[in-house]
């Protein structure tokens, strides 16, 4: 039997909070520690939070204030052998326990 192909998939987070507190930041923090740990070599790239602002750009050049659709918060990178395998591993995620959504979208590699 061949290998299995695993492919990139994004986790997109929407909300979610880090915490009001420094007590509670780092709760958060070894939460995701603790699921980056668990996912293993599926980590491709552990991703980073976004800034606050955001400006979206139209056909044209036009430029305007704000996320198109709801606002992401953050990504993560990972790595899995389906859509559905992807969405598994994301239900772990601690951004659903402080109120996040996600999103997972599958790469397709074009060049």
Same mark, same amino acid.
């Given at each position: 039997?061949?290998?299995?192909?695993?492919?990139?998939?994004? &986790?997109?987070?929407?909300?979610?909070? +880090? $915490?009001?507190?420094?007590? #509670?930041?780092? %709760?958060?923090?070894?939460?995701? /520690?603790?699921?980056?740990?668990? &996912?293993?070599?599926?980590?491709?790239? +552990? $991703?980073?939070?976004?800034? #606050?602002?955001? %400006?979206?750009?139209?056909?044209? /050049?036009?430029?305007?204030?704000?996320?198109?659709?709801?606002?992401?918060?953050?990504?993560?990178?990972?790595?899995?052998?389906?859509?559905?395998?992807?969405?598994?591993?994301?239900?772990?995620?601690?951004?659903?326990?402080?109120?996040?959504?996600?999103?997972?979208?599958?790469?397709?590699?074009?060049?």
């Amino acid at each position: 039997m061949g290998e299995t192909k695993l492919a990139n998939f994004v &986790l997109v987070y929407s909300g979610g909070s +880090a $915490g009001a507190t420094e007590a #509670e930041r780092g %709760k958060v923090m070894e939460a995701w /520690g603790g699921w980056f740990g668990k &996912l293993g070599d599926k980590v491709v790239d +552990a $991703g980073n939070p976004f800034g #606050e602002h955001a %400006k979206n750009i139209s056909n044209g /050049g036009a430029v305007h204030d704000g996320a198109i659709g709801t606002p992401a918060t953050g990504y993560s990178i990972i790595k899995a052998d389906s859509l559905n395998a992807a969405v598994d591993l994301a239900k772990g995620c601690p951004v659903l326990t402080s109120g996040g959504k996600i999103t997972v979208y599958e790469v397709t590699p074009a060049m």
